[in-house]
């Protein structure tokens, strides 16, 4: 063998190698099987079955076995899930999850905090993220979503314990992170359904003030000086949140910081105030959203006011339920 034809040989034998190796790590990653374990909050046989349902459904998501994800999940659930693993490609990223249930109403348990890596194409940012999932009394998945960060949330659940408004504050947090879910996963559905008909959207945009100019708000309760709000209707919302989800091949929303306020005269209307960072393929903002929601209906919420800003007034304040007059 010559010189030459002995350093191909060799080069040639590195390469299988090298693909002997990756189809072994590749084998062995596939193989690997993640487990969730439910250490507490019902009965054993409960929590048993509990985490055999989650152990099968996120070992499925990375598969896709839809068949398997099918077994574990109500109708409505399984089209939520694959409608998830679709537009994120998700997968859980660790062997073990050892996690507590929570019961949220009678009958019904949370598992929160599943780690999971997403796909984020084209679109820079932390890939990670973490689902939430609920389940009845037969240890079915009925829900499942992204959850906002677990300080905030337990922040939120506190305030509420001395405000005595836990409840309902844990029906906001769980709306919250449907809510966000939907852009996540593009749910324009979803969207069209949780705006009311005659919901009010306002964009607001900062300005440099001018020399003599007069407040375009003059007399508006929203009035601040060097913010322009720009106000559309549901549908004009709508048809430009179908154009951005069409040029995007992945969108993350993500909540910060978030206040909840209840309406002194009005029950079951409530202000929600959070910073929000959008994260897409082209493009990237942060500002700070007010929600005005409905829960009369403490099933399907209903979404009033929508309201973005880029920055803070000058203040501190963003706009909020103050900045609104209701009608009992």
């Known amino acids: 063998m010559g010189k030459r034809a002995k350093i191909i040989y060799q080069h040639f034998g590195r390469i299988l190698l090298y693909i002997v190796i990756l189809s072994l790590v590749i084998n062995t990653t596939m193989a690997m099987k993640t487990k969730v374990v439910i250490t507490g909050g019902a009965s054993e046989e409960y929590e048993k079955d509990v985490g055999e349902a989650l152990t099968d459904l996120v070992n499925a998501f990375g598969s896709q076995d839809f068949e398997l994800i099918k077994k574990h999940t109500t109708p409505q659930s399984f089209e939520d899930i694959k409608s998830i693993i679709e537009e994120t490609e998700c997968y859980t990223v660790n062997p073990l999850y050892e996690r507590r249930l929570i019961k949220v109403t009678l009958g019904k348990y949370e598992v929160r905090d599943i780690k999971v890596k997403v796909n984020m194409k ?10 939430v999932f609920t389940l009845n009394s037969q240890s079915v998945v009925e829900e499942v979503r ?7 949330y337990q922040e939120v659940l506190d305030e509420g314990k001395k405000l005595q408004d836990f409840t309902r504050r844990q029906k906001i947090l769980h709306f919250i992170e449907i ?15 949780v705006y009311s008909e005659d919901a009010l959207i306002i964009v607001g945009k900062v300005l440099k ?10 007399g508006s309760s ?12 549901k549908q004009e919302y709508i048809t430009n949140l179908e154009k951005v989800f069409k040029i995007n091949s992945f969108v993350k929303v993500h909540f910060e910081k978030i ?34 929601v ?28 103050g900045d609104f007059e209701l009608i009992d």
């Not at 809510?179 to 359904?193: C, G, H, Q, V």
């Not at 929203?222 to 209707?233: C, E, G, Q, T, V």
């Not at 002194?264 to 929600?272: F, L, R």
């Open 294 to 321: 409905d829960f009369m209906n403490p099933e399907k919420p209903i979404i009033h006011v929508r309201s973005w800003q880029p920055n803070k007034f000058p203040d501190g304040s963003v706009v909020s339920l």
């Open 259 to 292: 206040e909840i306020s209840r309406h002194p005269k009005i029950e079951d209307i409530y202000g929600v105030t959070l910073k929000q960072k959008w994260t897409s393929s082209n493009y990237s903002d942060t500002g700070y959203l007010f929600l005005m």
């Open 209 to 218: 003030p001018k020399k003599d100019a007069p407040d375009m708000l003059e």
């Open 222 to 233: 929203l009035s601040r000086k060097r913010i322009k709000f720009i106000k559309m209707s």
């Open 179 to 193: 809510f966000r879910t939907a852009y996540n996963r593009k749910d324009l559905e979803y969207l069209k359904k």
């Open 122 to 131: 084209k679109t820079r940012g932390n890939p990670f993220q973490y689902l």
């Open 146 to 152: 992204f959850a906002i960060e677990r300080h905030q």
